[in-house]
């Protein structure tokens, strides 16, 4: 980042280049996600440095951060309509759920007209990555997509299980994501994992568009109940907090129009800037492997190990599924 000079009153800017613009950058130096200081144990943290500290992440390192990530993020977010969480004044301050964005965009950066109840939205499209770099200096800190993309809302062409735990504990998340997948394997729908830098974990299958989303969002909730049929002592696909009784809830109501998730390699806004990480199936199965295990701090590394490889470019039909389904029900 190059700065460009500062004034009296602290304001400061400075400049990216990315792709074929370069995008301004105002108040690089503020601080979005404050250090820590030295772990109790002496030990290091994620993220953190070797003597157990945490360094600031100020707004410049999160732009580099998503200007970095971009090759890998971008194609995960092309075409959707999206929900920005944005944090201005860092972690400290307040938090804005931002849908419609406002009219001083610049031109170049893509916008999607969406009906809602009563009017439209409209929301940002991030296509390239002079976009994403824009967004993230607007204190974009996480990225939640639409599940369908703006040329065909009602048809989505991502059908995502959020495992939910009652506690942070990783360990049932785990669990209930192999069991999850041998489920969905039965059914041969191949699916990815994803770290959500929270407390749990999406089941992702790829559709081919041709379902609307009353039916995926019926065949997610009937492959929830046989799932949960299968170890009711542990798993639940009560909305209700207290009707769960300490079992992991199988959430399914992303997916409907409108609704969203959040989007891979995503900054989540908590201590360390965690990351949304896409990983394979044999990182589910690795205990060291948590929900907030990458940070921006070394999430490229694991990008560049192409986890979602082995997964199906091409969205699969839920007819055939359906039926698959209907039998076990």
Not at 93 to 105: A, D, H, L, S, T
Not at 215 to 222: P, S
Not at 262 to 285: C, F, L, N
Request: charged share 30%.
């Amino acid at each position: 980042m190059s700065a460009t000079g500062a004034d009296s009153a602290g304001t400061e800017e400075g400049s990216v280049r990315a792709g074929r613009r370069t995008v301004r950058i105002h108040r690089p130096r503020k601080v979005l996600f404050p250090g820590s200081a030295r772990s109790t144990d002496g030990t290091r943290t994620d993220g953190g440095r070797a003597d157990g500290t945490r360094a600031d992440v100020t707004k410049a390192d999160l732009v580099e951060y998503y200007r970095s990530v971009a090759r890998h993020m971008v194609p995960e977010l092309r075409g959707r309509p999206l929900m920005l969480e944005r944090h201005p004044d860092g972690l400290d301050g307040p938090r804005f759920m931002q849908k419609n964005i406002p009219g001083n965009y610049p031109d170049w950066a893509r916008r999607a007209e969406m009906a809602k109840k009563g009017g439209t939205v409209t929301h940002a499209v991030c296509d390239d990555t002079a976009t994403l770099v824009f967004l993230a200096d607007q204190a974009s800190v996480t990225f939640h997509r639409w599940l369908s993309r703006a040329d065909r809302p009602d048809h989505p062409d991502r059908l995502v299980f959020d495992l939910d735990p009652a506690r942070d504990d990783f360990e049932p998340v785990r669990a209930a994501a192999l069991l999850l997948r041998e489920l969905l394997d039965e059914l041969a729908l191949p699916a990815s994992a994803m770290t959500t830098g929270s407390k749990g974990l999406h089941v992702i299958v790829r559709l081919d568009r041709r379902t609307a989303f009353d039916e995926v969002r019926a065949f997610a909730m009937d492959v929830a109940r046989v799932l949960a049929a299968r170890d009711p002592d542990r798993l639940s696909t009560e909305q209700r907090t207290d009707a769960r009784a300490g079992r992991l809830y199988l959430d399914v109501q992303r997916n409907a129009y409108a609704q969203t998730a959040v989007a891979p390699y995503s900054v989540r806004p908590k201590e360390g800037a965690p990351v949304a990480t896409p990983i394979s199936w044999d990182q589910v199965k690795d205990p060291a492997v948590t929900a907030r295990r990458w940070t921006v701090g070394d999430v490229l590394a694991q990008a560049r190990t192409r986890p979602w490889s082995d997964v199906p470019a091409r969205g699969r039909s839920l007819a055939p599924a359906r039926r698959r389904l209907d039998a076990l029900l």
